[in-house]
């Protein structure tokens, strides 16, 4: 189904981090630019809030990661990860997610969704038909819910386009016009977007930076995620 995009929609971006980290890992063995997805959902539209629902391990050694996304002009809501008798983790935004959707309706005339996960279709559904808003939805196709992809009014399909929304691999990066990144110039509008996906060792640029592992140490993002 077409939909309408024009500069003055109001629009609110709700991205579930740890869904795309891993769909991310899963499927290319890379890391998602999270500025790109912003970027491409946003389609020169008037953005209101972006949203990113973060984990914070013991180590909260997640801050570089949490504070890249920050200058991306991406808020981070951060909920600490549970550990359970057992050694069981567990740290889940799903509810808190669909509570700020509902509470943002009213102000916003598209919500976009960045995830693949098929247990936000109710919410979904509710936003187009009770709140009159556009939904859209951003995430890898060959991860996502069939119902979600079906409930959404778009749905903008990242494995169309690896290139553009990861970051991290060997073999160079290009600067990509548009919503700015972590350690670039904002004013220039670049977005540093890698271009091999064929590889799955991440750089050692020898620089620090918080948006890519260097392949050193404990990845940031696995952190982020919870995941041993």
């Known amino acids: 189904m077409a939909i309408?995009?024009?500069?003055?929609?109001?629009?609110g971006i709700f991205i579930d981090t740890q869904n795309l980290?891993?769909?991310?890992?899963n499927l290319y063995k890379a890391k998602v630019n999270f500025g790109q997805v912003?970027?491409?959902?946003?389609?020169?539209?008037?953005?209101?809030r972006a949203v990113a629902y973060v984990i914070r391990t013991e180590s909260e050694e997640e801050k570089g990661f949490f504070e890249a996304l920050n200058k991306l002009g991406i808020e981070t809501k951060v909920k600490d990860i549970r550990i359970?008798?057992?050694g069981a983790k567990k740290a889940d935004w799903d509810l808190g997610t669909v509570i700020d959707m509902v509470a943002m309706a009213?102000?916003?005339?598209?919500?976009?969704?960045a995830t693949g996960d098929g247990d936000f279709v109710p919410v979904v559904e509710y936003l187009k038909y009770s709140h009159g808003c556009q939904v859209e939805v951003i995430a890898f196709g060959k991860s996502s819910s069939g119902q979600l992809r079906d409930a959404a009014d778009e749905f903008i399909d990242m494995c169309d386009d690896p290139r553009s929304y990861l970051?991290?691999?060997r073999g160079g990066s290009k600067w990509i016009p548009?919503?700015?990144?972590a350690g670039a110039d904002r004013n220039s509008g670049r977005v540093n977007a890698d271009t091999s996906p064929d590889t799955t060792e991440a750089p050692d640029s020898g620089e620090a930076d918080d948006?890519?592992?260097?392949?050193k140490g404990e990845d940031p993002a696995i952190k982020m995620s919870g995941e041993e």
Do not use: M
């Open 4 to 11: 309408i995009k024009h500069k003055s929609q109001r629009v």
């Open 167 to 169: 970051i991290g691999y």
């Open 38 to 48: 912003v970027k491409e959902a946003l389609a020169g539209r008037q953005l209101i």
């Open 178 to 181: 548009g919503f700015g990144a």
């Open 21 to 25: 980290y891993h769909s991310a890992k």
């Open 106 to 113: 009213q102000k916003l005339d598209t919500i976009i969704l």
């Open 211 to 215: 948006t890519v592992w260097n392949g």
């Open 84 to 86: 359970f008798a057992g």
